[in-house]
């Protein structure tokens, strides 16, 4: 890697997939270290990024020309911005019978899979870049000494390769790529309207989505709600954690929690503007809660896996924070912002273990302070400890 850049734990897929397939393609959010990554990875290779409107009208206008000034080997960067590149580079990269001839980037889900499905099934191998593993930034000795610095710094890459306030970057990122570039693709005229629902999202982080009551707060149709929820997810700002169906003779609460990929991020919209003030803030834990879950993800995106977390909730209250699938055996983790240990945190899983029997693995307690014990038969770990649990997952 780079001097001064903290190594990427996806580097080793991406190398993987680039002798595999004849194609890479890198997704994530916004300045999630895409093009970081592959530009470390191969700085010899051609780049252009369709992110400029010049390079973007050649691609455009000239497909073929474009194709043979950036042959096999390039970088292309925001791929998903010109479509129309795609049924060319199928003909292209098909008459070589050689992996790793492209390698694309690409922010918006939706568009480079869309595209991917059509014209480049089966060619390609897809990675998804996250911000910052906990674990990644432990190993470059950058990890916040405290969770609610973690919680309120966020792990995009700028906030630590760049002398940055997280408030400041994170209020352009919102004002820049949130507000703009999404509202964009979804064509929303009323921009305070927008602004108004990506805070109600923040708000409700955690919790169970109510999309016909956001629907109502913000005086737009409940179609509406789900079509800008769609592609908040797709541009990986939020993710909705679907419950998981096994009942164990209980009637299931079937609808989905809604949590962000980054907890800086969802911070900021909640007005945060400090580490000091998560202490009392009343959706502290719901905060470490998405991070957690965000942390899981990373780790399953890492190895190249899909996601196999859920949530279980009875309608009679019962409930785990989350549900790792594993096959037909279940691994359940209960989360805790708390730094003392209390009692009274074991009950609930204690209920969830006697419903499961036999089909539960040895559950997990994570919690905000810094005790490790084996307690009641639950493996409890420090917030620091997510990666060993990510190695689980």
Same mark, same amino acid.
């Given at each position: ?77 925001? *791929? ?135 629907? *109502? ?177």
């Amino acid at each position: 890697m780079e001097s001064g850049l903290i190594p990427r734990r996806a580097a080793v897929l991406v190398r993987q997939l680039s002798q595999e397939f004849k194609v890479v393609a890198i997704i994530g959010p916004r300045q999630s270290g895409k093009t970081t990554l592959a530009r470390t990875l191969w700085p010899d290779r051609p780049y252009v990024s369709l992110e400029e409107p010049d390079h973007r009208q050649f691609a455009e206008e000239d497909p073929r020309r474009f194709l043979e000034r950036y042959g096999p080997g390039s970088i292309l960067d925001e *791929a998903h911005r010109c479509p129309e590149l795609f049924s060319y580079l199928q003909g292209v990269v098909d008459a070589r019978h050689q992996p790793g001839q492209y390698i694309l980037t690409g922010s918006q889900h939706f568009g480079l899979m869309a595209r991917v499905s059509q014209s480049l099934a089966g060619r390609v191998g897809l990675v998804r870049l996250l911000p910052f593993a906990a674990e990644e930034l432990a190993a470059a000795g950058q990890l916040p000494a405290s969770l609610d610095q973690a919680l309120f710094q966020g792990a995009y890459p700028p906030i630590y390769h760049q002398p940055v306030q997280p408030a400041r970057w994170y209020g352009a990122y919102v004002s820049t790529y949130v507000e703009r570039d999404v509202r964009q693709l979804l064509n929303v005229r009323d921009l305070g309207v927008f602004q108004r629902f990506v805070a109600l999202c923040a708000g409700s982080v955690g919790q169970l989505l109510n999309s016909s009551r956001m629907a *109502a707060d913000l005086g737009i149709s409940q179609p509406t709600v789900s079509a800008w929820l769609d592609l908040l997810e797709a541009s990986f700002i939020v993710m909705r954690l679907r419950p998981h169906h096994r009942n164990f003779r209980k009637r299931l609460v079937k609808t989905p929690k809604l949590f962000f990929y980054d907890t800086g991020l969802a911070a900021r919209l909640l007005g945060i503007t400090g580490p000091e003030q998560l202490a009392l803030h009343p959706l502290r834990g719901a905060l470490f809660e998405s991070w957690v879950v965000a942390e899981l993800l990373k780790a399953r995106a890492n190895r190249g896996e899909e996601a196999n977390l859920f949530f279980w909730r009875s309608h009679g209250g019962q409930e785990m924070d989350i549900v790792i699938e594993h096959g037909d055996r279940l691994l359940p983790v209960e989360v805790k912002s708390g730094s003392t240990l209390a009692s009274d945190w074991f009950t609930g899983v204690e209920q969830w273990l006697a419903l499961a029997g036999s089909g539960a693995e040895p559950a997990w307690l994570l919690h905000g302070g810094d005790e490790r014990q084996r307690r009641r038969g639950v493996e409890v770990c420090p917030w620091r400890s997510v990666a060993e649990l990510g190695e689980r997952a």
